[in-house]
């Protein structure tokens, strides 16, 4: 059974900085993913940011690039999301899920999801 659980969500204003972490248990293979995605009220839930637990390789939405950069723990099997520079817009609920292998943004191809964190920027 694969379990995410994501931590670091919160309240902060315009311009400022969270830090998400999303805890993966259970998944062995060998180049999963892990990715982050958003949900504002009223709009589909939308790709942010992925990346690849045995190559490292990462992948953005345009709209977050050189803002939010992500990483990872292997020891931990964590991935962290680094938000600076934040904007209302980024309001949102933020997921982490995961795939078996290397799916990148392709939503529909993940197969675990995270209970989801709480950001919201105020300005």
């Known amino acids: 059974q694969v379990q995410l659980v994501e931590s670091g969500g919160g309240l902060v204003q315009a311009g400022g900085s969270l830090r998400l972490s999303c805890a993966a248990s259970g998944r062995t293979f060998s180049d999963y993913t892990i990715g982050w995605f958003r949900q504002a009220p009223g709009k589909e839930r939308e790709f942010v940011a992925v990346?690849?637990?045995?190559?490292?390789?990462?992948y953005y939405v345009d709209s977050v690039k050189g803002r939010f950069t992500i990483s990872r723990d292997n020891a931990k099997n964590t991935v962290t999301l680094q938000m600076n520079s934040l904007k209302p817009e980024d309001t949102a609920v933020y997921y982490c899920?995961?795939?078996?292998?290397?799916?990148?943004?392709?939503?529909?191809?993940?197969?675990?999801w995270g209970q989801g964190t709480q950001v919201t920027v105020s300005s």
């Open positions: 899920a995961t795939a078996k292998y290397w799916v990148g943004a392709q939503k529909r191809l993940y197969d675990y």
């Open positions: 990346i690849s637990m045995s190559s490292g390789t990462t």
